[in-house]
């Protein structure tokens, strides 16, 4: 679960045939004392596409990819960055800043995406849940 820092940018491959959308995000980090977490995300092609029309700076999101590390060289110094390659992207809600706190989550997932079920679709009977429904 992460907020959007920044309004997506679109760019293309050398032979523009892909499309790569990519914005930077932050989440909480595991104790209270420590700073929040910043990672960069890129979706390609067709969720690259939905992300420039989705999604916006102050959006509260989760986001399924895949964690990557690499490591670049500057001024003589080796810095390794994380970039998550996005596969899909949830909505979870606007945030009136991008300093806001995630205290206000809503309870409830309403995806943008429409392989996304609706909670109330992972439930079978009353109270077991439907592991055959969930999208991961």
Known sequence: MAEILSEPELRRTPDNQ??????????PSQ???DPVNRL????????ADQIMEQYHKGDQVVIEGRLQMSTLERNGYKEKRAEL????????????????SFANVPATISAK?????????LVKGDSEPSFDNIPF
């Open 40 to 47: 960069k995300v890129s979706g390609w092609n067709t969720l």
């Open 18 to 27: 892909n499309a790569i959308a990519s914005f930077l995000v932050q989440f």
């Open 31 to 33: 104790r209270p004392e």
């Open 85 to 100: 390659t996005a596969q899909r992207i949830h909505v979870l809600g606007s945030l009136p800043s991008a300093s806001s």
């Open 113 to 121: 995406s429409p392989a996304f079920p609706a909670p109330n679709d």
